[in-house]
């Protein structure tokens, strides 16, 4: 199995990655993971700023979350994009999903382009009836294949190559 720090090692900033146990003080805390380039690290101001869309969208039988975030106040850097598969490896995304619909604050563990970790931000969560609905539509749904979510998740990078048109459309 790939770990969180595999995966950080061999994926190129940006991105952002959910995972439970990231600090051992909270092992059933979810927390963010962003792997970010040196200019968008140096706009992440002071307090940092970190702003953030969720949404849903049901296609081909899957539901898809997806967060789309936008570090610092220089819109010039480009947005990162998390999906998130409910019916991933042990249902570990429907899992992360029921706790963000209870968690009072949402964690960013902000990584260099070496994978130094830089910053730690902390957000009051915003998202919690956004996660609460999803886990109840999720609920009454029939469970999907990997292979579906990635299908549906190809359409939607085809009907929103650009992550700024998904953000407008959240």
Request: contains cysteine.
């Amino acid at each position: 199995m790939t770990t969180y720090r595999r995966l950080l090692e061999q994926t190129p900033a940006p991105f952002a990655l959910y995972g439970f146990g990231l600090t051992p003080e909270n092992p059933n805390r979810v927390d963010w993971i962003m792997k970010v380039t040196t200019p968008m690290l140096q706009h992440l101001g002071q307090p940092p700023q970190l702003c953030l869309k969720a949404g849903e969208f049901i296609l081909q039988d899957c539901l898809l979350i997806v967060l789309l975030f936008q570090p610092g106040d220089d819109r010039r850097h480009p947005l990162i994009a998390a999906w998130m598969n409910a019916f991933n490896h042990e249902m570990e995304g429907l899992n992360a999903i029921r706790h963000l619909s209870t968690q009072s604050h949402l964690h960013f563990h902000i990584f260099d382009e070496h994978n130094i970790p830089r910053r730690h931000i902390v957000l009051d969560n915003c998202t919690k009836h956004f996660f609460s609905e999803a886990a109840r539509h999720i609920e009454r749904m029939p469970p999907w294949t990997m292979s579906m979510f990635d299908r549906a998740k190809a359409y939607m990078e085809t009907e929103y190559p650009r992550l700024e048109d998904l953000w407008a459309k959240l």
